[in-house]
């Protein structure tokens, strides 16, 4: 037998309790009941902090996927850079007009593939596997993975 209790709630509350009870099919008592019954439960505490545990992995997770993409960015532009300027040689001051010009138009067409290839949904990232084997790793003489020797 439940003992009868009366309670006061401000009108936004009771319409929120109402709402919940319509969409749920349960009546306000059994919403109030099952709220207050999750307020003094004593494992409501630790069902909060394993939600918030859950959020924080997520978001800890996201967290590092971002910094691996972003390292593979910078890795990726810096070993560009390098091979760039490895094998283009300086221009003659006469050549530097004409190579801007071709040079913007290069970059227009750059522009361009970049765009398509976004719009289809292709990323650079999508092709590098999520995890790098520990069996390869980077040489640094010229940048070609190699095999890891085994260490002593």
Known sequence: MKNRMNVYFP????????????????????IVEA????FLSPDGDD???AAFA???DRQSRQL?????????????????IRFWLTIT???PNDAQ?????????????FIEALGRRLAKGQSLLQEIPEDIGPGTETDAKNDSPREASPDP
């Open 47 to 49: 069902r909060r902090e």
């Open 97 to 109: 007009a004409s190579a801007q010009a071709k040079g913007r138009e290069r970059y227009e067409g």
């Open 11 to 30: 009108p936004d509350l009771l319409r929120q309790i109402g709402d919940l009870a319509d969409r749920k099919g349960l009546s306000r008592s059994a």
């Open 54 to 56: 859950r959020r924080l």
């Open 89 to 91: 040689p300086p221009l």
């Open 35 to 38: 709220a207050v019954a999750s």
């Open 64 to 80: 590092q996927r971002l910094e691996r993409n972003v390292g593979i960015s910078i890795e990726t532009l810096a070993l560009f």
